[in-house]
């Protein structure tokens, strides 16, 4: 086994794939991908629903067939994919790994790529109240269980918050037989996206209420009831406000968090809204030579949108590992969101890395109609957007042309959201 390559990507998924692929099309000559699972395509293996390529590929796919679709073109442009292997350290350009058939495993990287994905927030990470029962899991982990082992987790189902797994797998459940009784969402908005809302909770009729939380489980060696409430806006329960479900499962839709500990341990900046790798325009991070994409650096509501940002990171790697990129890029312009713009992605642009244009990727906290988005470098408005829609669950992107970017004369630019009528 090789030793050395020009790129090393840390795991298998719709991320690493892609960017394997994009550093092999833009002249890497040796590619290893480390994937921990023992296939790759990540969460796309369980994930049987249709939905995705609709941007990438112009048609409707399912997870595994989208996922398929990278394993064969990686496989044909030469890329080597180490499977059941996990990643213990990324030192520099270093990659420590092991596995049960060669043990402990070293491999240096002209450059390296970082795509470890992200988890869910279990129990714990939300304190939810009262009993300990069996019953109780995350929606991914019920969707492998269902999808791929076979198991059926449950018949009276409860499910706990509105991100887009657990909305999906309000329809599954249904349409395995089982009764889902509620979706219970603590913020006064879905965090799902709208398309999900409607094929998966208003076509089949499973009531969503917003502004509510669990405030007990009962349940001695499985769940059997699950109480929940109103929240005010401080989101504590209204007494009296109190409502019952008889169930024996609780599915966790609560958040994921980016898988960031190989990135903490390599001394790479994190920021603190996304909790993922501050990155500049072409997704390297602040240690050279070591980019990062995908939902390692900020969770993402779409694939395609994951694939066209490890595509860019890919190449860049490429481009790093051939001699032609370097962390010096002329002047540094950081790009800060402005309430309710909560982050973006990059965080920052080495104008002299920047060819043509630059995206940047953000998501709002609360829920627009019509709208704009304002791009200011201080007082100065250097281009803006129109938008007639921007919620929380959908992530947005606008695309800024350098020569717009050169007219910026400060260190930092502000991205803000502004609703047309107030602007007015």
Not at 218 to 236: Q, Y
Request: some cysteine; overall charge negative.
């Amino acid at each position: 086994m090789r030793t050395e390559y020009d790129v090393v990507v840390v795991g298998g998924g719709p991320a690493g794939l892609a960017a394997a692929c994009s550093a092999k099309e833009a002249g890497a000559k040796e590619v290893l991908v480390i994937e921990r699972d023992k296939e790759a395509g990540g969460i796309l293996n369980q994930c049987i629903h249709n939905g995705f390529g609709l941007h990438y590929f112009k048609e409707e796919l399912t997870g595994p067939e989208y996922a398929g679709r990278f394993i064969k073109k990686a496989v044909e442009l030469g890329v080597t994919i180490l499977l059941d292997t996990m990643v213990l350290s990324v030192e520099g350009h270093k990659v420590t790994a092991c596995n049960a058939q060669d043990g402990l495993l070293v491999f240096t990287g002209g450059a390296v790529v970082l795509a470890m994905g992200c988890r869910e927030r279990t129990r714990g990470a939300v304190a939810i109240p009262g009993d300990r029962p069996a019953g109780i899991l995350t929606a991914g982990t019920a969707q492998r269980y269902i999808n791929m082992e076979g198991w059926m987790v449950g018949r009276r189902v409860v499910i706990l918050g509105s991100g887009d797994i657990g909305l999906i797998m309000a329809r599954r459940m249904t349409l395995e037989g089982a009764k889902v009784l509620a979706c219970i969402e603590l913020m006064p908005y879905c965090n799902g996206l709208n398309r999900n809302i409607v094929q998966c909770l208003e076509d089949y009729g499973i009531p969503l209420y917003l502004s509510h939380t669990i405030t007990n489980v009962e349940g001695l060696h499985r769940v059997e009831r699950i109480t929940a409430a109103k929240v005010g806006p401080d989101r504590k329960p209204i007494l009296g406000t109190e409502l019952y479900f008889d169930c024996d499962t609780l599915l966790l839709s609560v958040g994921l968090i980016p898988e960031n500990e190989l990135t903490k341990e390599a001394g790479i900046p994190l920021d603190a809204v996304t909790k993922g790798a501050v990155v500049y325009e072409n997704m390297e991070t602040g240690r050279d030579g070591v980019f990062s994409c995908g939902n390692v650096v900020h969770v993402h509501d779409l694939v395609d949108f994951v694939t066209a940002e490890s595509e860019r990171a890919g190449a860049a790697a490429a481009a790093y590992a051939k001699g032609k990129s370097s962390q010096e890029g002329g002047k540094t312009i950081y790009i800060q969101g402005e309430d309710p713009v909560t982050y973006t992605v990059p965080q920052a642009i080495r104008m002299g890395h920047v060819t043509g244009q630059v995206e940047i990727s953000f998501r709002v906290n609360r829920s627009f109609k019509d709208s704009e988005i304002q791009v200011r470098d201080k007082e100065k408005l250097l281009c803006r957007f129109s938008r007639s829609h921007m919620a929380p669950g959908e992530m947005e992107h606008i695309t800024i042309p350098k020569v717009l970017l050169d007219r910026a004369v400060g260190e930092e630019i502000k991205v803000k959201a502004v609703e047309k009528e107030a602007k007015a």
